[in-house]
């Protein structure tokens, strides 16, 4: 991964919002943007604009993965800010939150020539940074939208419209999070009966926020005296 020079003009923006998180933990992912600004990791770095590392609130409890940068994104360096980021401020709202609220990002950093879908190397080449975007930002939530992020995170192959709307438990960034899975809002403008079902599984955002997920802790070995049981079996684990 190559890096530039100087800290790229939009991930000041990306931060401007935040000065109640805490100013180191900011500040490291202010550094690792700082970094991907200048990825040359796939071919996609050709055609870009500018890398679209992601934006809000750094410290979140809620986070959405999307897919890819689109045309406005590419051009302003921020995800959703298209009529499809206008449609997720709005099903924000009627949850009670705010875009500075959550932190949004997508599966791609960078825009694939005409917005056709991302191919598994560029996956491939960019899902690292994603992850330690998730590990560092610590949400409970992760909500994907579509089927790329959905597939990503959730390391199965079934598509949006099997599990939208099915929370589960994984482990992002070395921590337990609830994943949910969402239709990404571009496919529910153009479809109320989609619109519909996004609205409904949105509304259940805030129960899933309020749920508690058990942190992972490494089990300790129990101590015994000696002989106080009979020798293990050997388990067959091939």
Request: proline share 14%; glycine share 12%; aromatic share 6%.
């Given at each position: 991964m190559a890096c530039t020079d100087s800290l790229h003009p939009q991930v000041g923006v990306i931060f401007a919002t935040v000065s109640a998180v805490p100013v180191e933990h900011v500040d490291e992912l202010q550094a690792y943007a700082q970094a991907v600004s200048g990825c040359t990791r796939c071919r996609l770095a050709q055609g870009r604009t500018q890398v679209v590392f992601g934006a809000g609130n750094p410290h979140?409890?809620?986070?959405?993965?999307?897919?890819?940068?689109?045309?406005?994104?590419?051009?302003?360096?921020l995800p959703f800010v298209g009529q499809a980021g206008k449609l997720l401020e709005k099903l924000l709202a009627q949850i009670g939150l705010a875009r500075s609220d959550v932190y949004i990002a997508n599966v791609l950093k960078c825009r694939p020539p005409g917005n056709?879908?991302?191919?598994?190397d560029e996956i491939e080449a960019c899902e690292s940074h994603l992850f330690r975007q998730i590990e560092l930002i610590e949400p409970t939530v992760v909500a994907t939208l579509g089927n790329f992020a959905t597939k990503l995170l959730s390391g199965r192959p079934l598509g949006i419209t099997k599990v939208h709307g099915q929370e589960q438990e994984t482990t992002l960034g070395g921590r337990k999070v609830l994943l949910f899975p969402l239709y990404h809002p571009a496919a529910a403008l153009y479809t109320p009966t989609m619109l519909k079902i996004l609205e409904s599984d949105f509304a259940r955002l805030p129960e899933l926020l309020g749920r508690s997920v058990e942190p992972i802790v490494?089990?300790?070995?129990?101590?015994?005296?000696?002989?106080?049981?009979?020798?293990?079996?050997?388990?067959?684990?091939?």
């Open positions: 979140a409890d809620l986070m959405f993965v999307g897919e890819a940068p689109g045309f406005h994104e590419d051009k302003q360096g056709r879908d991302p191919q598994p490494e089990a300790q070995p129990e101590l015994t005296l000696v002989g106080s049981r009979p020798p293990a079996e050997q388990l067959g684990l091939f």
